[in-house]
């Protein structure tokens, strides 16, 4: 069974900088798993953030990065805000099927 | 404006079955991927299947999780989604969303609570 593996939990300061990542039990992550970030707060419904590795959504601040580093899919968040505090998901495609990683809780303290 | 509203969720017994439903608006449903997604309390996403567009002849997909038991139809004309589940186990217990894919995915309804218990 294909497993997505992502930080449990993160914390960064206000204006600083984190990279978050997403490994897959297959081998590296490469553009053709078309890697997916979602945003979650508490109570609220996930919103779409990046697609295809490293491109925003109309609604998504420039502050939000997504690039491959290291055979795995990243998430970089700049400049971050307080609204930043979050559980952050990837997305993989696996040739039919996709698997969500474990989330990542970022704490902006 | 893209709206995507579940509903159907509630109580059913383990072993029992339930039909949710994802109703579509704002967009051309017919040429869009439909998933289903499902979050229990305070754990985090999982992908439960897909259903592609008429010209991909409606082909799906489903997580191991829920292969065999769970069904995803969808009716273009009535601009609906639907996730047929059977033989429900308490591990089902979870918000289920739909969302859509178009070239991407981005749009999500609000999500509809399935509690399986007896």
């Known amino acids: 069974q294909t497993v997505v593996t992502q930080e449990p939990s993160l914390t960064v300061s206000p204006g600083g900088t984190v990279t978050l990542t997403c490994a897959s039990s297959t081998g590296a992550v490469t553009s053709g798993y078309y890697p997916n970030w979602f945003q979650q707060k508490p109570g609220q419904v996930p919103r779409a953030l990046i697609y295809?590795?490293?491109n925003r959504h109309s609604w998504t601040p420039a502050r939000f990065s997504g690039s491959l580093l290291g055979g795995k899919a990243a998430l970089t968040l700049s400049a971050v805000q307080p609204e930043d505090e979050a559980d952050y998901y990837c997305?993989?495609?696996?040739?039919?099927?996709?698997?969500f990683g474990g989330g990542t809780k970022v704490t902006v303290l | 404006e893209v709206q995507l509203v579940e509903s159907g969720g509630g109580l059913v017994q383990p072993g029992g079955s339930l039909k949710l439903s994802c109703a579509a608006s704002?967009?051309?449903?017919?040429?869009?991927?439909m998933h289903w997604v499902r979050q229990a309390s305070g754990k985090g996403l999982e992908w439960v299947g897909h259903?592609?567009?008429?010209?991909?002849?409606?082909?799906?997909a489903y997580a191991e999780s829920v292969k065999g038991r769970f069904t995803i139809s969808r009716d273009d004309s009535e601009n609906t989604a639907y996730l047929q589940m059977n033989s429900l186990k308490p591990e089902d217990t979870a918000v289920y969303y739909c969302?859509?894919?178009?070239?991407?995915?981005?749009?999500w309804g609000q999500g509809t609570l399935v509690t399986v218990s007896s």
């Open positions: 259903i592609r567009s008429k010209p991909k002849n409606y082909a799906t």
């Open positions: 704002g967009f051309t449903f017919s040429g869009s991927t």
């Open positions: 295809s590795t490293s």
């Open positions: 969302t859509r894919q178009d070239d991407t995915i981005d749009y």
């Open positions: 997305l993989l495609y696996y040739g039919g099927a996709w698997v």
